[in-house]
């Protein structure tokens, strides 16, 4: 998970109140740490609980991270102790799927079925939650389309979205406030 910083914001406060406390104001870009890349927050946080994904949680949690390294809009994030999380995300015997209620909220299977076939588990856990980013499936398709999904084969790895893909997420997350969500698939 990506770590967030003040910076912006208190240097924001800082320009415009410097007026106010002795004389012009003189703007101050945040900096970031050596060697990482500034990142705005995102616009919208997605839970998720992964308890339920029994031995494909790290997949899970590896399938997150690669959707947060490659969106700014929306943020894929486990939920706290105690809070209902918007993606509930099972083991099952059957075939992967997703079931969303709505965008940002439903439930992923990570189906045992695929696995046992050869299928990637990491490009199945980004796949599905893929889905509930509302991005449908792209059957077929190559393996650099992170949608094409089963239809690339055994073969393929390939977790990562395409530049296409992340662009649908941004479009599906831009300027939505939070709880806006709702209806939008």
């Known amino acids: 998970m990506r770590v967030r910083t003040l910076t912006g914001g208190l240097a ?22 050596a060697g990482t890349a500034q990142r705005q927050a995102a616009d919208d946080v997605v839970t998720y609980d992964a308890s339920g994904a029994a031995e494909f949680r790290a997949a899970v949690e590896r399938g997150a991270a690669i959707w947060n390294e490659s969106v700014e809009t929306v943020e894929l994030r486990p939920a706290a102790s105690g809070q209902r999380a918007d993606v509930r995300i099972v083991a099952d015997d059957g075939w992967p799927r997703s079931v969303p209620t709505s965008m940002g909220d439903g439930t992923v299977y990570i189906g045992r079925q695929a696995v046992d076939r050869g299928y990637s588990p990491i490009r199945i856990a980004a796949h599905e939650l893929g889905h509930m980013l509302g991005l449908p499936d792209r059957k ?46």
């Open 12 to 33: 924001a406060v800082l320009v415009l109140s410097g007026p106010l406390l002795n004389g012009p104001a003189v703007a101050v870009a945040p900096v970031a740490p």
């Open 140 to 185: 077929p398709g190559p393996c650099s389309s992170l949608m094409s999904g089963a239809s690339a084969g055994t073969s393929c790895t390939n977790p990562y979205p395409s530049a296409a893909e992340k662009a649908q997420v941004e479009r599906n997350f831009e300027g939505a406030p939070t709880g806006a969500l709702l209806g939008r698939m």
